[in-house]
């Protein structure tokens, strides 16, 4: 048998984010007889990593980018492993150490691969990603998307770019009315509860201030309400202090970091999403494919809605709590009915390790 082809993918936080969860998606769909992933990171607790070295995949370890040096020096370390691709997944081009280190290695091709649509951090990653997007786009050979939004932030709108869709575990997220209860029961929540729920890192991006703003205005007006926060991050402890001022602070739950999203997505009632800027948000897929309401800010791509479940709203809309309770509860059947017409835009995983395969291909 001839060797696996070796991709190295750069590279997994500590978040169950966007990446983490197409990487962990594409590695369980494409055939990893011919592939070999490996990942590298700057976390001592990569997200989702045991699922995947379980699947075959090795995870290295690098010193974290403020050690710039270091940094440098332990990716080309990994990078002259032998790989064939180095398919690097960016929120942001503020960091091209990656970019600069493959460019040592002639016989190694690189993928860009845009996530995002505007980088957290403030000014200075800003101008970091300005100055930087046109080194990312001269030093990769293929420039990849997860909406044509996130590609013309990324490489700019005369750039040619490819949208590869963020596929999903469709059968996996399908709802049922037996998994709807259990779940609840697990929490604690009655089945005539109405829940909200949010799942992403604790990060200005997020606006969980918003979010908290406006479930405490559902729960006055419709007091048998509760709101599930998955997620952890670096302002987590400060929202948890500011909900504590709130009337409705005993009807939020803040669940951390969980590996049962599926199940959660589907005791949702609601998802709501006020984000100040996305790409194209993973979750969202999967929330549509769970089949709940999905409220989305008007600062997200378009793109993003695949169903009749998803509705807009702008953020600084005074009613939004009122719009979310009139639209009540989604049934069981249209719930699956969500699921299926995901699958037929073409989101499910097997999907896109199809696109990614091809894509891989071409290159070697």
């Known amino acids: 048998m001839s060797r696996k082809i070796k991709i190295l993918h750069f590279e997994l936080s500590d978040n169950v984010g966007g990446i983490e969860s197409f990487l962990l998606n594409l590695y369980t769909a494409i055939d990893r007889d011919r592939y070999q992933f490996d990942f590298v990171t700057t976390s001592d607790h990569p997200a989702l990593g045991k699922q995947l070295e379980a699947l075959g995949g090795h995870i290295y370890q690098v010193a974290p980018y403020k050690q710039a040096f270091s940094y440098s020096r332990d990716i080309r370390k990994v990078m002259a492993g032998g790989y064939d691709i180095v398919h690097i997944h960016k929120n942001s081009a503020a960091n091209v150490i990656p970019f600069k280190a493959a460019s040592e290695f002639p016989s190694i091709k690189v993928i860009a691969h845009s996530h995002n649509t505007l980088p957290n951090g403030g000014k200075i990653l800003s101008l970091l990603h300005r100055i930087n997007k046109q080194y990312l786009w001269k030093n990769s050979d293929v420039h990849l998307a997860c909406s044509t939004v996130a590609g013309e932030w990324m490489y700019g709108r005369e750039k040619k770019f490819e949208v590869i869709p ?117 979750v969202c897929i999967e929330a549509q494919a769970a089949g709940a309401y999905v409220w989305l800010s008007d600062t997200i791509s378009r793109e993003v809605e695949l169903t009749h479940q998803v509705e807009w709203f702008n953020l600084e809309d005074k009613n939004i709590a009122k719009r979310i309770i009139n639209k009540g509860r989604p049934t069981s059947s249209h719930r699956l009915l969500c699921n299926q017409e995901i699958v037929r835009k073409g989101y499910d995983y097997k999907s896109l390790a199809e696109k990614i395969d091809e894509i891989y291909r071409k290159l070697i």
Do not use: W
């Open 166 to 282: 963020n596929g999903i575990d469709t059968q996996k997220f399908a709802y049922s009315d037996s998994e709807y209860i259990e779940t609840r029961k697990s929490l604690g929540i009655a089945e005539s509860t109405f829940v909200v729920g949010h799942i992403g890192r604790f990060t200005e991006q997020k606006n969980h201030v918003g979010l908290i703003r406006i479930f405490d205005q559902i729960y006055n007006l419709h007091p048998d309400s509760v709101l599930l926060l998955v997620g952890d991050g670096q302002l987590k402890q400060e929202i948890e202090e500011s909900a504590n001022s709130l009337d409705c602070r005993k009807a939020i739950r803040f669940l951390g970091i969980r590996d049962d999203v599926n199940k959660l997505l589907k005791c949702m009632d609601v998802f709501l999403m006020p984000s100040i800027y996305e790409g194209l948000p993973v």
